[in-house]
């Protein structure tokens, strides 16, 4: 598996939440420029109109997103439904995974409802 890969997010959002993003974004690349490690995040707004499917597609394949490493990706649960993400814990995972199992996924996945 590659040290790096590109990753392609494609949803349909509307103008002022493409700009939120945007913003939302550029913060996380000014923490990222400042060496600076903080929790950042975007209100899912599921009764209202922010209701993306996300499409996303890689570089090259991925093992595969199993329960375990979904979980592993948790790094907080407020046990009202706010999660907060991390790779932290999925990249132990996979350093642990045995040499046949690190690439068996493919390059695209979908995120999100069918919408």
Do not use: Y
Not at 52 to 75: G, M, N, Q, Y
Not at 80 to 104: C, I, M, Q, Y
Request: with cysteine.
């Amino acid at each position: 598996m590659a040290e790096r890969l590109e990753m392609t997010v494609k949803m349909q959002v509307t103008p002022a939440q493409a700009l939120a993003l945007q913003a939302m974004f550029q913060h996380w690349n000014r923490l990222a420029s400042w060496g600076s490690s903080r929790m950042i995040g975007f209100f899912v707004d599921g009764d209202g109109n922010f209701k993306p499917r996300c499409d996303i597609a890689f570089s090259e394949p991925l093992p595969v997103l199993t329960d375990e490493l979904a979980k592993a990706a948790i790094a907080s649960d407020d046990g009202h439904g706010t999660l907060n993400f991390d790779f932290d814990g999925v990249a132990w995972r996979l350093h642990d995974l045995p040499a046949n199992e690190k690439v068996s996924g493919a390059g695209t996945a979908s995120a999100g409802l069918p919408g």
